[in-house]
Nanobody
Framework: QVQLVESGGGLVQPGGSLRLSCAAS????????MGWYRQAVGKQREMVAE???????NYADSTKGRFTISRDNAKNTVYLQMNSLKPEDTAVYYC?????????WGEGTLVTVSS
């Protein structure tokens, strides 16, 4: 059974930082391309950052320079370091794992940026 479990969300003031984690089980983690997506209220889900099994990371224009995605294959975990957070970063953040035709999602963790 595949599980992706996100953690690290919460309430943070504008300009603050959070680090999200996504622990994966039930997959050969090192083979999978991993990504973080987010969905704000009333908006479509959008890509935040991606880190392939090998190769270069990719970021949305809105997060480039502020967010950093990384992975630890020994721990089957992908991270999202979020700095200089803005109110418009408020959303539910989802972890995604995909490989060939297989794609899995976590249940999400809420990030709220507010003073």
């Amino acid at each position: 059974q595949v599980q992706l479990v996100e953690s690290g969300g919460g309430l943070v003031q504008p300009g603050g930082s959070l680090r999200l984690s996504c622990a994966a089980s039930g997959i050969t983690f090192s083979r999978y391309n991993m990504g973080w997506y987010r969905q704000a209220v009333g908006k479509q889900r959008e890509m935040v950052a991606e880190i392939p099994s090998g190769g270069r990371t990719n970021y949305a224009d809105s997060t480039k320079g502020r967010f950093t995605i990384s992975r630890d294959n020994a721990k089957n975990t992908v991270y999202l370091q979020m700095n200089s957070l803005k109110p418009e970063d408020t959303a539910v953040y989802y972890c995604n794992a995909h490989y060939l035709f297989m794609s899995y999602w976590g249940e999400g963790t809420l990030v709220t940026v507010s003073s």
